[in-house]
Every structure is written in structure tokens, then in C-alpha cells.
């Protein structure tokens, strides 16, 4: 490893232990107590590139907290990574497997600069010492415009949303970003437009984020952006609301809209009862179309409280092409209710419910419904052959304990999960 880099990582890390005990957060977790108990779990793992990723998450959450200890964070991932193997090739593997690790969590690049940089430069120097090219840096957003982007959304009022009643009042909290399953949607967008949408989609500025997608002058973005609002609308119970923003005219013409933006509006009319809409999707995707066709009418179906026919359409569909259909019917059937998800469960052998009891959980996940998760966490460990869906709900659950103010109960769920990540995600949430 290059010298400069371990003798500075070095000096960043002065005496810390890279083998020290599990800090004891109980029964007065801090923040700082819960990233350096993150960190241990981290070092705990067998393979590099999840010490990688454990400790790029908490590097991350460090600078959004900013705690001032993400630089001390990252010096110590590059000594614990060189002594477990010097090599720069299996130090390069371990950090971009981690940061990909990290990427798929759903954070926002432009978010963390400090991080980013520390990022790119770590693996340019890499890339010298294994003899690969030196690839091209990203752009980085300026700070000043990052800054500018915060600034903009702190000023911008939430929307009084009841379906999240239950975590935004707790401490004022953001909606977790569980709840914004559609970042794809945004990936066409200018990096300043994703970053403030889905800031505000994570605020639940709904109407404030209508008002941004309408000063955009480019049309082809504000298409994408109503696509995506139509469905956080839908998402938080806002049915009507989701409705009215189908009818802009940028999402009016379906001849002219991408695979993408058809296929969301086709289930925000799916989540308001009309599973019709799939006949829209373009002809060059018909085969999949008619796939859709089907999926869009299980979540019709469920979402007017219509089991009998959601499970005779779900029947029709192969076990293991089930899972988005079921996750959003589900979700779109509890905004009324658990009634027809408890419906559809009853028709169901026990063999075939597993599926059902995850989409639901993570529903209620969604929503801050504690108990109610924990419950179907329970019902998800007499379902046999599929303990792992109570183990992921747990690994989600825990930051919005934390969320929630259940500050002991998150970091006692953290310690039993022992992810580095989750870990890292709950302490965010501590003061």
C-alpha cells in the first residue's frame, strides 16, 4: 500500500484499537456510543468488503450528522484493510464492492462530497499501485450547492400526511426513505432535481415538491417527476391527489411517455382501484405488458378489498414472479385497512403465505406501525423454510424504532442483528 496513505491513515486513527470490545450502549445509547459499536460489528465480519461497506455506512451517516469523525472513520477502514491483505487489488475489490454495497442502500452520491472524494481518490491511488488505468472522477456537486439544495428544502412545509401520522409526529422526523421505492425513476434527472425531489419526497413535502416539478423547464423531467410524484401521492393514501397529477399534461399522452413512467402511472391507477390501465403500456413491450396486465390487476383487486379475485389472479401467476404484485398490493390494500390482507391470508395454504407476511411487513415498516410488524414478524416465524423474511424485516425496523424515539429497543434489535450497517443507520436517529 502506498506509504503516504497508511502513515496518514495512520495519524488519523492514533491509538485507536482496530480489535476493541463491543461498546456497552445500554441503557443510555448516544450517538457516538452506537457508530463505534457499528463499527465493531463491522470488524467482526469474514469477508473485506462487508467491513468495507459497515464502515463506509457509518462514514456516511458521520458526515450528514456531521460529527466531525468520518475522516477518522475512513483512515481506519484503509489500515484494517491493509492488514488483512496488503495487496491494492484486494483493497481496491474490498472498497468498490462495499461503496456498491452502499449505493444499492439508496443513498444520494451528491449527499456526502466528503466521502465521494475520499472515494475516488482512494481508488485512483489503488488503480496506480495495481498498474490499472486511473479512471475519470465524477462531478461533484459544489457545497455551496448542496447547501443552496438543503437550505431550499428546510424552508418547504411537509404535507399533513395521516398514513405517516405515526412518524412524523414522534420527532418530527422525515419519512424514511423506505418509502420513496421509485429513486430509479429519477435517474434521468439533473443531480440538483433528484437530490431535492427525493428530499422532499423523504420530507413528505408532497405539494411543495409539485411546485419545484413545475418550474423545471425541461420536459422531458417534469414527465419523470410527476410520474414519480403521481406515486408518492399514491404511496401516502393520496389517492385523489395521486390522480390529479396523472391528468398534467406531461403524463397525458401515453404514446410519447418511456417504458418507466408507463408502468408507474399503470399502477398508481392500479393502487386507486383500476388495474385497466396496463393496456396502455407501450406496444413494444406487449409480452411484458400482458405480465403486467395480470400483476396490475392482483393490486387492483386487493386494493378495493376484493381477496377472493386478488388470489384466484395471484394463482395465475408463477411463485417466484410474485413478489412485486403482492408487495404493492398489499401496501395499496392497508391504506384501507388490514381487512383484505388478512382476507387474501386466509385463502392462502401456510406453505404459499410467507410472501404475503414480508410484503406486509414491510408495509407496515412503512408507516411506523411497531407492533404491527413485530406481530407479523412472529406470524413469519411459524411459516416453515422462511425465518430470513422476520430476520430483513428486523434489519428495517430497527432505525424506525430509533425514528420513532423507541431508543433502547432499536440499539437492543441492532445489537441482536449485529449489521453494521442497520447499527450505523439507528445511531443516525440518536442524539
Known amino acids: 500500500m502506498n506509504r503516504l496513505i497508511l502513515a496518514l491513515s495512520l495519524l488519523f486513527v492514533g491509538t485507536l484499537p482496530l480489535h476493541a470490545e463491543t461498546p456497552d450502549c445500554l441503557p443510555h445509547p448516544t450517538q457516538d456510543c452506537v457508530f463505534q459499536m457499528a463499527l465493531r460489528q463491522a470488524d467482526d465480519e469474514d469477508w473485506t468488503w462487508l467491513i468495507a461497506e459497515g464502515y463506509l455506512a457509518v462514514a456516511y451517516l458521520q458526515e450528514l450528522e456531521q460529527t466531525g469523525q468520518d475522516a477518522e472513520t475512513l483512515a481506519a477502514l484503509l489500515v484494517k484493510l491493509s492488514l488483512a491483505d496488503p495487496d491494492p487489488m484486494a483493497m481496491r475489490k474490498a472498497i468498490k464492492a462495499g461503496w456498491s454495497g452502499l449505493m444499492l442502500g439508496g443513498t444520494l452520491i451528491d449527499e456526502s462530497p466528503a466521502l465521494t472524494e475520499w472515494f475516488v481518490l482512494t481508488m485512483a491511488d489503488l488503480n496506480r499501485q495495481a498498474g490499472l488505468p486511473v479512471e475519470a472522477p465524477p462531478d461533484f456537486m459544489p457545497p455551496e450547492q448542496l447547501h443552496a439544495i438543503r437550505t431550499k428544502v428546510a424552508a418547504i412545509s411537509a404535507d399533513v400526511l395521516p398514513r405517516y401520522a405515526r412518524l412524523t409526529e414522534a420527532r418530527g422526523s422525515d419519512v424514511p426513505r423506505v418509502t420513496v421505492g421509485f429513486v430509479d425513476l429519477l435517474d434521468d434527472l439533473a443531480p440538483d432535481h433528484q437530490m ?236
Open 196 to 431: 431535492i425531489l427525493a428530499a422532499l419526497f423523504a420530507k413528505g413535502a408532497l405539494t411543495g415538491a409539485w411546485k419545484e416539478i413545475s418550474s423545471w423547464t425541461d420536459a422531458k423531467h417534469r414527465t419523470s417527476g410527476f410520474a414519480a410524484l403521481a406515486l408518492a401521492f399514491a404511496m401516502a393514501g393520496e389517492l385523489t391527489k395521486a390522480i390529479e397529477v396523472l391528468q398534467m399534461p406531461e403524463l397525458a399522452n401515453s404514446a410519447d411517455l418511456d417504458v418507466l413512467v408507463s408502468f408507474i402511472i399503470v399502477e398508481v391507477w392500479a393502487r386507486a382501484g383500476d388495474g385497466s390501465k396496463a393496456q396502455m403500456l407501450p406496444e413494444s413491450i406487449v409480452e411484458s405488458g400482458d405480465s403486467f396486465h395480470l400483476e396490475a390487476s392482483v393490486i387492483a383487486a386487493l386494493a378495493t378489498g376484493d381477496a377472493d379475485t386478488a388470489w384466484r389472479l395471484v394463482s395465475m401467476i408463477k411463485p417466484n414472479q410474485r413478489t412485486y404484485s403482492l408487495d404493492v398490493a398489499v401496501d395499496a390494500a392497508l391504506v384501507h385497512g388490514p381487512e383484505p390482507v388478512e382476507a387474501l391470508l386466509a385463502l392462502m395454504p401456510p406453505e404459499e403465505q410467507a410472501e404475503v407476511l414480508y410484503a406486509l411487513g414491510k408495509a407496515q415498516i412503512r408507516v411506523g406501525d411497531v407492533e404491527g410488524t413485530t406481530s407479523t414478524i412472529d406470524r413469519l416465524g411459524r411459516v416453515p423454510d422462511h425465518l430470513h423474511y422476520g430476520r430483513i424485516l428486523q434489519y428495517e425496523l430497527a432505525p424506525v424504532l430509533a425514528a420513532l424515539g423507541r431508543d433502547v429497543e432499536a440499539v437492543q434489535m441492532a445489537i441482536e442483528i449485529g449489521s453494521a450497517r442497520t447499527t450505523a443507520l439507528v445511531a443516525a436517529w440518536l442524539e
